[in-house]
């Protein structure tokens, strides 16, 4: 039973500040992993798909890699805004997407 | 390219009445997905369609809650009678297949409050 964990669960930055959110799963045997923002009330917003034949994805100040050996994923977030502020789910891609249960990010003015 | 589509956006019963949601997938997707998502947690998995055929509801309360996809295109989620715990955010997700490198794509979601 694939299980997903996302490290830390909450975060709180300055502005400018370079950042790093983490992403593990127990099963290797994934097709994709997908990173979304989900802002207070709303839905999922896509950032980021890393099909299983890639390494890495990048867009604008976002990176997100991949090492399904290791079962982890990090997405980067270079020089972070307050409009960053959101939370951060990873879904690793079976037949199904598993969700972890997010890292909640605050980005200070 | 439209979204996921879903309504209503928000709705608040009392326990024990009933309450449907509806989801509207993007063209062309063929596995549609309901989850729930908890204050505070992550989306669960209640049900996956393939097409118009139940892939998954392993984790779909079956004594309340129902869901059908009508001709593989829009589909229903209901709770009958629904419960305090039942409060939480309903997604709605659509991919072009289930499985493989494709991405999945989500609503807005239904917030729904039971008291």
């Known amino acids: 039973k694939q299980e997903v964990t996302q490290i830390p669960a909450a975060l709180s930055v300055p502005e400018g500040e370079n950042l790093v959110l983490n992403c593990s799963f127990t099963d290797s045997a994934i097709y994709n992993l997908q990173w979304f923002r989900q802002d207070p009330g709303k839905g999922l917003t896509s950032l980021l798909l890393i099909q299983s034949s890639q390494r890495e994805q990048t867009s604008g100040r976002l990176n997100a890699s991949l090492d399904k050996s290791s079962g982890r994923s990090t997405l980067y977030i270079a020089a972070s805004q307050p409009g960053d502020s959101a939370t951060y789910l990873c879904?690793?891609?079976?037949?199904?997407?598993?969700f972890g249960t997010g890292t909640r990010l605050k980005v200070l003015a | 390219e439209a979204g996921v589509a879903q309504s209503p956006r928000y709705k608040i019963i009392e326990k024990r009445q009933s309450v449907a949601f509806w989801c509207n997938p993007i063209?062309?997707?063929?596995?549609l997905y309901w989850y729930q998502q908890i204050l505070g947690q992550g989306p669960k998995l209640l049900i996956q369609?393939?097409?118009?055929?139940?892939?998954?509801d392993s984790q779909l309360p079956k004594d309340r809650f129902s869901a059908e996809r009508l001709k593989g295109v829009d589909s229903t989620l209901k709770i009958q009678p629904a419960k305090l715990e039942d409060s939480a955010v309903y997604l709605c997700a659509s991919s072009l297949v289930a499985g493989g490198d494709t991405e999945a794509f989500f609503g807005q979601g239904t917030r729904l409050t039971v008291v």
């Open positions: 063209s062309g997707h063929a596995t």
């Open positions: 369609f393939q097409n118009n055929g139940v892939v998954d």
């Open positions: 879904t690793s891609g079976t037949y199904k997407y598993i």
